[in-house]
């Protein structure tokens, strides 16, 4: 059974960081590209930042480069999403997701198969 749980959100001051996990069970995370995604309220869910089988990255350009780093733990089966300078318009439910093999972009939502619960990340000013 496939399942995907984040952690490490929360309440942080602008500039501040935070870590994201995503803990796989059910298959192995170096065997498929992983993604994150956000989604703030009122808006759709955003790209941030992919990784493939081979570790290469890819983030949202416009909106986190430089500040946002997606990375992979294959010993604990567990994808992070390192958060750093962060602003108040980062406030959103974070979720990390599996990216169906062979999918043509990996930046849309409709690219991936699994999801997590999604995570709340609060930037205050």
């Known amino acids: 059974q496939v399942q995907l749980v984040e952690s490490g959100g929360g309440l942080v001051q602008a500039g501040g960081s935070l870590r994201l996990s995503c803990a796989a069970s059910?298959?192995?995370?170096?065997?498929?590209?992983m993604g994150w995604f956000r989604q703030a309220p009122g808006k759709e869910r955003e790209f941030v930042a992919r990784?493939?089988?081979?570790?290469?990255?890819?983030t949202n350009v416009d909106s986190v480069k430089g500040r946002f780093t997606i990375s992979r733990d294959n010993a604990k089966n567990t994808v992070y999403l390192q958060m750093n300078s962060l602003k108040p318009e980062d406030t959103a439910v974070y979720y990390c997701a599996r990216r169906v093999p062979y999918s043509a972009s990996g930046t849309y939502t409709t690219d991936y198969d699994y999801w997590g619960q999604g995570i709340q990340v609060t930037v205050s000013s």
């Open positions: 990784i493939s089988t081979f570790g290469s990255t890819t």
């Open positions: 059910g298959f192995t995370v170096s065997h498929y590209a």
